[in-house]
Nanobody, 123 residues
């Protein structure tokens, strides 16, 4: 069982930056792909970015490519999402999730989820 805890959300003006963190309890953290998803009321949860455990390979949604960077520190069991040039449409609850599959972007392939952290971007 992997427990994930997100932090780092908050209120920021458009054009600003935030760094989200996802801390995991599992000792074999490095074997999991970790992803960030986001969700707004009335919409489906959507993929944002993912990083593999084995190679550090990354994948990004087109909507955040060039503005966000996902990284991980396996020694700290933590994954980060650096978000720059934030836009009002980035406002959402951001969730991190863990999967045994390599760099998947499909929500159903993720078995473990955090509780989410709110990101609000004001215009």
């Amino acid at each position: 069982q992997v427990q994930l805890v997100e932090s780092g959300g908050g209120l920021v003006q458009a054009g600003g930056s935030l760094r989200l963190s996802c801390a995991a309890s599992e000792g074999t953290f490095s074997s999991y792909t970790i992803a960030w998803f986001r969700q707004t009321p009335g919409k489906e949860r959507e993929f944002v970015a993912a990083i593999s455990g084995s190679t550090g390979a990354t994948s990004y949604a087109d909507s955040v490519k060039g503005r966000c960077t996902i990284s991980r520190d396996n020694a700290k069991n933590t994954v980060y999402l650096q978000m720059n040039s934030l836009k009002p449409e980035d406002t959402a609850v951001y969730y991190c999730a863990a999967s045994r599959y390599f760099l998947v972007v499909t929500m159903t392939r993720y078995n473990y989820w955090g509780q989410g952290t709110q990101v609000t971007v004001s215009s």
